[in-house]
């Protein structure tokens, strides 16, 4: 029921946001074969500041549809970060079977580019209700969160530098196969090692580069012109942990585990993975928390097999949202993007061959408070 | 007490040198993050108490600034069994399961809690 999708991304866009929107969804929709007319639902999730300047939309999809003149039956904003994007392809495909609107977009993005030095300007916007207690003191989160994550995972199981390196360099492998990737340059483990220290332990090259972008998926019963495979969601699970994680058992661990455990789907069943990748530590946990293997091992396990998308475990196959950029400091159009490609044979240079299973799993929110398991394939 | 009470009590602590931790009366879970109410049995028969101030790093991560200095930023394990962010001064012995314990200082003209190695 995917018809189109599209990733529009840019590392300084000049013009507005709501213009970048446009042209992701006129990609989108040309993929389809379908108009604005057929549109009758619609799903966001947009960036702080994106439109007209520095504005924010209170509800983006409302707004959205107001600007384009979109007369939805049903508007749903989902906003939990980086994976939302992929609980509303769930949704819209359960309001599709239900009769509940026919033609769905899904939109994740924004434009970010003029907030980058200051994108923690004072405002009323809160993301936890104990900020005043946390974000007084001197830290740089998402970073610093992440990073003590990766320094805990190190002193608790040994996991190391070299470890977490590996997966930069596997998947800027990758994205040396991508044209659509930013950074495409080859690099070594030495070359991610050498780069600058951010946060303890982790470096420059091991985090993501926040850009503008959006991503616009079209959900539809519609028999179009779309020449698309007809995806179903095999698997589906959520979980969330709105707690700050300084109150969880163990902040090595993240909903994944829960969320993974609930879409309950056999790994070996699976051709690629497509895992958040905020961060290189990111991915790891996720490997872990999905089950892909146990939790310490991920070190030994990224150090015995291949994970390049010629590999036996081909993760991140377009490079990740490590090498694109960041959308809107939201890597779920990314991994989603890829998902499609791969399922579609269409990821020109990297295509894994024979793709039938894709799973996919988003963390959202700087404390990792958000995730979402998403498995995409044909139903046979 | 009500939820503006309890956030600003804990400011007015800090400017004591009190380090605040809330017990719920009617399970006695503890927790930092002031909230009016327990967040794990709901009761609101919540009552502020006062740590020791000593504890463990649980995690903690050094940012470096460009010109080569950091700053340890972390969270701390109280012996009383909760869990905050905070930031460790004077840390050039500081590693998680390092004990430290909790002084003030001034952050934006407000006294905030922050930990030293001891």
């Given amino acids: 029921m995917i018809v189109g999708f599209a990733g529009k991304l840019s590392k300084n866009y000049e013009k507005d946001g709501i213009e970048l929107l446009k042209e992701a969804i006129d990609e989108a929709l040309e993929m389809a074969g379908l108009n604005y007319a057929d549109i009758d639902g619609i799903m966001a999730n947009i960036g702080r500041g994106s439109f007209h300047g520095n504005k924010t939309y209170l509800n983006p999809p409302a707004q959205i549809s107001e600007y384009f003149g979109i007369k939805p039956k049903i508007i749903d904003h ?93 998947q800027r492998y990758n994205a040396s196969f991508n044209p659509k990737a930013l950074f495409r340059n080859p690099i070594t483990v030495e070359d991610v090692l050498q780069s600058r220290i ?86 790891m946990l996720q490997m872990e928390d999905i089950g892909l293997v146990e939790k310490g091992k991920v070190g030994q396990f990224v150090e015995s097999h291949d994970l390049t998308f010629k590999g036996d475990v081909p993760i991140n196959t377009g490079g990740g949202s490590l090498n694109t950029g960041q959308p809107a400091y939201m890597s779920g159009g990314v991994i989603l993007e890829e998902a499609l490609l791969q399922l579609n044979d269409m990821a020109d240079g990297h295509q894994v061959k024979g793709t039938d299973v894709v799973f996919l799993n988003g963390i959202g929110w700087w404390s990792r408070k958000h995730s979402v398991t998403l498995v995409l394939g044909e139903r046979k | 007490m009500r939820d503006d009470e309890i956030r600003e009590s804990y400011f007015k602590y800090f400017n004591e040198e009190k380090l605040p931790f809330i017990q719920c009366k009617n399970c006695g879970h503890r927790f930092y993050y002031p909230r009016a109410f327990c967040p794990k049995c709901g009761s609101s028969d919540v009552e502020v108490r006062f740590s020791e101030g000593r504890g463990k790093i649980f995690a903690m991560t050094k940012i470096y600034r460009k010109d080569g200095s950091y700053v340890i930023y972390g969270i701390v394990e109280l012996e009383e069994g909760f869990r905050m962010y905070s930031n460790i001064v004077e840390g050039n012995q500081a590693d998680i399961a390092k004990r430290v314990e909790v002084i003030f200082k001034e952050i934006n003209g407000k006294k905030y809690p922050l930990f030293k190695v001891i």
């Fill in chain 1, 78 to 170: 989902v906003q939990y970060g980086g994976p939302s994007v992929l609980s509303m392809i769930y949704r819209a495909y359960k309001a599709i079977k239900t009769g509940d609107a026919e033609t769905i977009l899904c939109i994740q993005g924004g434009k970010i580019s003029h907030l980058k030095d200051n994108h923690f300007q004072k405002t009323d916007i809160i993301d936890s209700p104990f900020d005043d207690y946390i974000k007084i003191y001197d830290q740089m989160s998402p970073i610093s969160d992440y990073a003590m994550v990766a320094y805990r995972h190190s002193k608790l199981f040994g996991t190391t530098d070299e470890q977490r390196a590996e997966i930069a360099v596997m």
């Fill in chain 1, 198 to 283: 951010v946060s303890y332990p982790l470096h420059l090259l091991e985090i993501v580069y926040p850009i503008d972008g959006f991503h616009v998926f079209v959900v539809s019963k519609r028999s179009s012109k779309s020449a698309l495979r007809n995806i179903d969601i095999l698997a589906y699970g959520e979980a969330h942990w709105p707690n700050p994680p300084a109150e969880w058992d163990d902040i090595i661990y993240t909903p994944a585990i829960e969320s993974a455990k609930r879409a309950s789907f056999d790994l070996n069943r699976v051709d690629t993975f497509q895992l958040y990748d905020s961060f290189t530590i990111t991915v």
